[in-house]
C-alpha cells in the first residue's frame, strides 16, 4: 500500500517579490475556483509581531528556522491541495505538487507607488524599505535554498502588471491560471 498524501483539490502558487500584489491576485484567484486563499506573508507577520519587531527589522534579522517552517508549511498545503497559495517562494517549494504556478513582476517604481498609497507613506519611503526587504529575502533565500525563486523555469506563466490597475491584474491572473489549468485538462 502507499503511504503518500492524496491531494484533495487544485494546487495554485502565486509568487513575487514583496509588494507586487500577491495577496491580492490571490484572493481573486482562490474565488474563480472556489479554493481556499493561503496568504504566507500573514503568518510571517503574526510571527514579527508576536517578537515585538517591525516587519522590516524582523524580515532582516530573523532566524533560518524561521524561513524552513514557513515553507515546510506552504509545502503540506501544495501537497493537501484546494489551496491558493501566496507567498515569495511558494512555486518553488510546491514544486510537482503545484498544477500552476505563477509569479509576479512589476517595476519598482510601480510597486512602490502602490505600497505608498497603501500603506499611507511617501514613495520614497515604501521603495526603500520595499529594495530592504527584497534585497535581504533574496540573500536569505540563495544561502538556504541555492535559489532566491525568481528562475523562470519555476513557473508556468510569468505576469507583469507595471501597466495594469488592480482588477485588470485580477482578471488578467484569472485568465492565465484557468488557461494553464485548461491546457493541462485539470478544468
Request: overall charge positive.
Amino acid at each position: 500500500m502507499e503511504n503518500r498524501i492524496k491531494k484533495k483539490g487544485l494546487t495554485i502558487t502565486i509568487s513575487g517579490l514583496s509588494g507586487i500584489g500577491k495577496s491580492t491576485v490571490a484572493e481573486a484567484v482562490a474565488k474563480d475556483l472556489g479554493l481556499e486563499k493561503i496568504i504566507m506573508g500573514e503568518i510571517f507577520r503574526n510571527v514579527a509581531k508576536e517578537r515585538g519587531m517591525v516587519l522590516e527589522k524582523f524580515s532582516a534579522t530573523r532566524e533560518d528556522d524561521i524561513d524552513y517552517q514557513i515553507e515546510k508549511k506552504s509545502l503540506e498545503l501544495s501537497m493537501r491541495g484546494g489551496v491558493v497559495i501566496d507567498a515569495r517562494m511558494s512555486g518553488m517549494v510546491a514544486g510537482d505538487n503545484a498544477d500552476c504556478r505563477i509569479m509576479l513582476d512589476c517595476h519598482m517604481g510601480t510597486k512602490s507607488e502602490r505600497v505608498a498609497k497603501r500603506e499611507k507613506v511617501n514613495v520614497d519611503e515604501a521603495r526603500q524599505k520595499l529594495a530592504a526587504r527584497d534585497t535581504s529575502d533574496s540573500a536569505k533565500y540563495m544561502k538556504l535554498y541555492g535559489t532566491d525563486g525568481s528562475d523562470p523555469s519555476f513557473y508556468d506563466a510569468i505576469i507583469d502588471t507595471t501597466n495594469m490597475d488592480i482588477e485588470t491584474s485580477k482578471k488578467e491572473t484569472v485568465k492565465i491560471v484557468r488557461q494553464v489549468l485548461k491546457d493541462k485538462r485539470l478544468i
